[in-house]
Each structure stands twice: as structure tokens, then as C-alpha cells.
């Protein structure tokens, strides 16, 4: 078998490790090697990139795709959504999911990897649909967690699921680090009785376990793992490239193009240390999320929370409330936004001294049922404190919402090129049209020059 490798650095690696601000150029000179080290994949788009590029970076994202996919003839790219979310934090409307993976998948995308932070596979309906409908490579994604109902058993059916709705791969999204060795090894292994669509493992560094979890996963015949060149690797990020390329025999990795490629990247990390936009914290490992099962991310967002209310004595509490408001509310994965929600929440509880006296709108949304169907029934008395005996929604959340192209159309007018302005637009309304205002005004340099002649 030969294992497959998704090099992640321009996505997560430094997503994770550097606040996502790598610019185009600084990408572009080394894309052409990338494309030659013989990678199934590169990750470099989704997530927080298209973010930061118009809130951070002044790029226009949609075009850094264009220049990237130019130089890259060999090598899939690939790209992040969060279903029905696609790159933001709600859910849209159907017409703009389309749209918006229509646009990703002509732009240059070949491979959409899709997930819904509760697993509730009809967030993800839409983008599978669109996804096929535009010939792109839809890979249906399990976030993983754990709980009392996410056992392996729990997640093979998950697995069938998604081969149902037709997707052609599988991603295991074990986005906190906590996917145990051995546990990974029985995972992959029960999957692949069920299916043949190859699997791929994504994991982060965080907590220490994550090369021995992809060794035990090699072992169980994972197809595909996700890994960052070095320079991009380890705390918070993924394992890096280059090991695996030289401890896999007959694999068509070319080692010494990987270290040419870690090489170039080096200073370029050094120059964001050095700016301190590298935290030497994401370099931390936290053992401490195996043990109270929470993501390294929430356990310092928790640390600051108390820090403000000076309450940092309450702690080791509120670690211990997590898991109990978790239970109430049927165990929803530590993952955004539900690892804020969860976290806020188990504050609240434990520094106002009643469970649930005070209650953040998300989590009552959730309660709601808005953001999809909770893994198990969330607990009626919590449900009854939190709703009241309003009635919870339980179709899919997105049938709820109108059609939204022709509005945001309307909204940004003028300043919109293209459906892909648009498109910036619908997703971060406030940071597009700044980005969008700044683009029609001339260039300072231009104006010199000008009044010069
Ligand atoms: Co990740």
C-alpha cells in the first residue's frame, strides 16, 4: 500500500502556527517545488485564509487561489468548509453554498473536504450536492470526539452515512489531538469493513500523541494522513512531511525536494517569530487535553476568562463543570463554535454559584435546535430552564433560511466585480467591503506619479 500525503502548511500549518498570515508572495516562489514533491494533496485554502487575506493581508483570496492553481499542474488542491457555515460562523442559505463551492471549484479547487461540527450530516447536504454537481472531490468529514454515545460503533455508522449521500472519501477530523493511538487503529480498521472510499486522518500536535496515532493509523491502512513541512509542524499544528516521506519505504515522496521546500520556508517562520506573530504558547505540548478531553485552544481561552473575573482559584471547577454541561446538552463536540459555547457556559455556572441562571444566546439557540441535531437528546430539565416549554426545531436548520444571493447582491452593489466579491462578501460583510472600498481607490504611488507630470 502507498501511503498518501496532504501537505497542509499553507492551510493549517499556518493556521495553527501563525495566525494564518503567510501572503501569496511568499507562497508563489516555492509553489512549483511544492507541486513536484509528489504530494495526493495540498491544503491551501478554507479555514481562516480567505479571512485573513482580506482582513490582515489586503489580498484578494480568490486570487491567490487563481495564482496558486497556475503554477500547480501535478498536485490536487484542496480546501476546508464547514458545511452549511462554508467559511464563516452561521449557516447560509442553499443558493449561496452553492454559489460559493461552484466558485471554489472554478477558481482551481479540486478537493472539498466538508464537516459539520455536530456531525449532523444534513448541514453538510448541500455542499456534498454541490460539490458533485461541479465535478469537484467531495470528502465527508467525521469531527471527531468523545463521549458516551461517540464510540467507534457510533462513527462506522457515521461512515455509511456519508457513503449514502455519495461523497468520495473520508476524512477523520480529529481537530484537538485527542484521537488516542489505539482507539485510531480500531477506528480505521472498523471503517474499512464497511467501506472502501479511502480514508484520511487529520490531526494536530497538540497534545502529544498525534505520530504515534498516525503510525498505529498506517498500520490499520489509513490512505491518506495530513501532515505540514516542518517548519510549519509540530504544537498546535500538524506532524511534519518530511518524517514520514523517510521512514515510509516505496513511497514517491522526493526527501531531498522536501528539504529544499523545509529550507525556504525556515527564515520565513523565523521573521514571524521574531514579529511575534508565532506565540512560542502554540508550541506548547498539552498532555492536559487527554486528560480532561478539552482542546489546548479552550483550556488557555478558560485561563484568561477566570484571569479577568479573578477567579483563576475556580479552575480546576469549572474543567470539571465542561463534562457535565457536555452531558446536559448531548454531547456536542469541542469544536467551534461549540467549544466557546460549551466553555462560556461552564463559567457561568460555576462562578454564579446556579447552574444555568444565566444562559448566552448561542447556547439558547442551540437548545433550540438551530445549529443541527445534538449527538444525544439534550436533557429535558436543562432544556425546560434554558427554552422554556417552547418546542424545539428539528428539521434542517438551512430549509429555515431564504434564498440570500439577490440581497447580498443588492447590499454591496457597485463595489462587486464579480459573484466572487460577492461571494466575499456574504461571508465577512464588514472586512469585504473595506477590502473591496480600498481596491477602487488609485494607488498612492500612482497619485505621485501623477502630480509629477
Ligand atoms: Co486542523
Redesign the pocket.
Given at each position: 500500500m502507498k501511503l498518501k500525503i496532504t501537505e497542509?502548511s499553507l492551510r493549517?500549518g499556518h493556521?495553527?502556527l501563525i495566525a494564518t498570515r503567510l501572503k501569496t508572495e511568499e507562497i508563489l516562489p516555492i509553489i512549483e517545488k511544492m507541486d513536484k514533491a509528489g504530494f495526493h494533496s495540498m491544503e491551501v485554502w478554507g479555514?481562516a485564509t480567505f479571512d485573513s487575506c482580506i482582513r490582515f493581508l489586503n489580498e484578494d483570496p480568490w486570487e491567490r487561489l487563481r495564482l496558486i492553481r497556475e503554477k500547480v499542474k501535478n498536485t490536487k488542491l484542496q480546501m476546508?468548509v464547514r458545511g452549511q457555515n462554508l467559511l464563516g460562523y452561521k449557516h447560509y442559505a442553499d443558493d449561496v453554498v452553492e454559489e460559493f463551492i461552484k466558485k471554489s471549484i472554478e477558481n482551481g479547487i479540486d478537493i472539498v473536504r466538508t464537516f459539520d461540527a455536530l456531525n449532523d450530516f444534513r448541514n453538510i447536504e448541500t455542499t456534498v450536492k454541490s460539490i458533485k454537481k461541479y465535478n469537484g472531490h467531495c470528502q465527508g468529514c467525521i469531527a471527531y470526539t468523545t463521549s458516551d454515545v461517540h464510540t467507534v460503533k457510533y462513527y462506522v455508522e457515521k461512515v455509511k452515512e456519508l457513503e449514502k449521500m455519495g461523497v468520495d472519501s473520508i476524512c477523520i477530523?480529529d481537530?484537538a489531538g485527542i484521537l488516542l493511538p489505539e482507539t485510531g487503529y480500531e477506528l480505521i480498521t472498523e471503517m474499512k469493513k464497511v467501506t472502501e472510499l479511502p480514508i484520511e486522518l487529520?490531526?494536530?500536535c497538540t497534545s502529544g500523541i498525534a505520530q504515534m496515532l498516525y503510525l498505529r493509523a498506517i498500520d490499520a491502512g489509513v490512505d491518506i494522513i495530513?501532515t505540514s513541512i516542518s517548519p510549519f509542524s509540530g504544537g498546535t499544528g500538524?506532524p511534519a512531511t518530511e518524517v514520514y516521506a523517510q521512514i515510509l519505504q516505496g513511497t514517491e515522496r522526493d526527501p531531498e525536494l522536501l528539504s529544499e521546500i523545509a529550507d525556504y520556508f525556515k527564515p520565513i517562520k523565523e521573521k514571524y517569530r521574531k514579529e511575534g506573530i508565532l506565540n512560542p504558547k502554540v508550541m506548547d505540548t498539552e498532555p492536559k487535553t487527554l486528560v480532561y478531553q478539552v482542546p489546548g485552544g479552550m483550556l488557555s481561552n478558560l485561563m484568561s476568562q477566570l484571569e479577568q473575573q479573578k477567579a483563576l482559584d475556580k479552575y480546576e471547577q469549572v474543567l470539571k463543570e465542561i463534562p457535565r454541561v457536555r452531558k446536559d446538552l448531548g454531547y456536542p463536540p469541542l469544536v467551534t463554535p461549540l467549544s466557546q459555547m460549551v466553555g462560556t457556559q461552564s463559567v457561568f455556572n460555576v462562578l454564579l454559584g446556579e447552574r444555568y441562571k444565566v444562559v448566552p444566546k448561542e447556547i439558547r439557540d442551540y437548545v433550540k435546535g438551530l445549529y443541527g441535531k445534538s449527538p444525544a437528546p439534550i436533557d429535558l430539565e436543562i432544556q425546560k430552564k434554558i427554552i422554556g416549554d417552547a418546542e424545539a426545531f428539528t428539521g434542517r436548520p438551512a430549509d429555515m433560511i431564504e434564498p440570500e444571493m439577490e440581497k447580498f447582491k443588492a447590499e454591496i452593489g457597485e463595489l462587486a466585480k464579480s459573484t466572487e466579491d460577492v461571494l466575499m462578501y456574504a461571508l465577512f460583510p464588514e472586512n469585504a467591503r473595506k477590502f473591496l472600498e480600498n481596491r477602487n481607490k488609485p494607488q498612492v504611488e500612482e497619485i505621485e506619479i501623477n502630480l509629477f507630470v
Open positions: 497542509t493549517d493556521q495553527s479555514g476546508l477530523k481537530m487529520h490531526t494536530h495530513d500538524q
